[in-house]
């Protein structure tokens, strides 16, 4: 078999230039690992059917959720348990990693005009 | 729900002091984070029934696969396939943070006394 190269997340991250798309860099079993640039707010939504992994690669990330905020820096991972509702808020120049399973939604339940192609490659 | 904390990888990581033995920091479905010490040489071993990802917090981690090798630096990301055969090296001051489903050994088929607790907490 072949042997695909490492990725560098916040290397891979740093190069994207537009907002709230994430991109696939990696597969492990049925999960993906994507990367995205986010900055200012985006919309409450969930994912009923799987929990979702954040990792900051840069900047500040915060994830209001029903009851609390979460704040994160570089380095700090987070998960978000299935069916909680969430909005993530993020400072200029802020990337991040996530892993979920093949096929989720963006914006969950709650759809709308930022609402991402699904699984797109880099 | 309660709102468990974020967690720091590389923070937690810095805090191990055993080597080769990975402590659970996170659950995302049925995937576990976790987080390791390594140095020097590990066995060759494969897991049938799972991909392994590999992510450098700190140091270099090569590894070795039957007909290449790969170099990991900070930041790095590799998923190793299910059923690859893999022999991880690392240089003194290298901590990674691996996802894998629960209950996956970490000699693989191999076993030995390298083999450590399964799915052990932080």
Redesign the interface.
Known sequence: ?G?????????VAADLSDLWNPRV?????E?L?KVARIEGEFVWHQHDD????F?V?SGELTIA?P??E????V?????V??G?RHRPSATPGTTIAL???AGVVNTGEAGGDRTAAVDQAI
């Open positions: 078999m042997v695909s190269a490492p990725v560098n997340l916040a290397a860099v990696g597969r492990i079993n999960m690992v799987t929990d979702e992994l990792l690669l959720l009851e609390a979460v704040s994160l820096g380095g700090d991972c987070y998960v348990p299935r909680v892993l979920e399973p």
